[in-house]
Antibody, heavy 120, light 107 residues
């Protein structure tokens, strides 16, 4: 069974940083693309970032480009999202989600999400 | 960037009704279109990918169609458990964009 478990969310001041993690199990991690999707309170879904199975390619939404960095440790089956220069509009539940293949970017399994709140 | 326009924003229908939700892309995306269901307070769930392929385990009353710029999600006979917000997602290339969502309620 595919399991994805996010951690690292919390309250952070505007301009601060936070690192999210997503621990994966139940599948061959390095064979699948991984993704971050967020949902602001009461709002719709917004794609944030994707990374190929090897980690060789990453993609970002314009809204986070230059501030967020996605990486993965395939030896530890873990996905990361380093978030810098955080803004109030980054407040959201952040989901990690698996792609169906190494370089295909829709999302077939989702974690439960971790809440990030950016506020002073 | 390609924009995804989903309609309607809100839909109220009766149990047993046939329901259709539309998603339009500002440029052609072939069949790189997925549909998601998000029940209140829950994690999104993949219903359909490649515009018309049903994800295993999804009830057969759900179906998808379309290619290029216009896509539809159809529920053939609405059930009470289908109350949710539905989103389309285009995934031909980055940025991977969701539609604005359609909130479906039972009349």
């Amino acid at each position: 069974e595919v399991q994805l478990s996010e951690s690292g969310g919390g309250l952070v001041n505007p301009g601060g940083s936070l690192r999210l993690s997503c621990a994966a199990s139940g599948f061959t991690f390095n064979s699948y693309a991984m993704n971050w999707v967020r949902q602001a309170p009461g709002k719709g879904l917004e794609w944030v970032s994707s990374i190929t199975g090897s980690g060789g390619s990453t993609y970002y939404a314009d809204s986070v480009q230059g501030r967020f960095t996605t990486s993965r440790d395939n030896s530890k089956n873990t996905l990361f999202l380093q978030m810098n220069s955080l803004r109030a509009e980054d407040t959201a539940i952040y989901y990690c989600a698996r792609g169906p293949l190494s370089d295909i970017f829709y999302f077939d399994s989702w974690g439960q999400g971790t809440l990030v709140t950016v506020s002073s | 960037d390609i924009q995804m326009t989903q309609s309607p924003f809100f839909l109220s229908a009766s149990v047993g009704d046939r329901v259709t939700i539309t998603c339009r892309a500002s440029q052609g995306i072939s069949a790189y279109l997925a549909w998601y269901q998000q029940e209140p307070g829950k994690v999104p769930k993949l219903l359909i990918y490649a515009a018309s392929t049903l994800q295993p385990g999804v009830p057969s009353r759900f179906s998808g169609s379309g290619s290029g710029t216009e896509f539809t999600l159809t529920i053939s006979s609405l059930q009470p458990e289908d109350v949710a917000t539905y989103y389309c997602l285009k995934y031909n290339s980055a940025p991977y964009t969701f539609g604005q969502g359609t909130k479906l309620e039972i009349k």
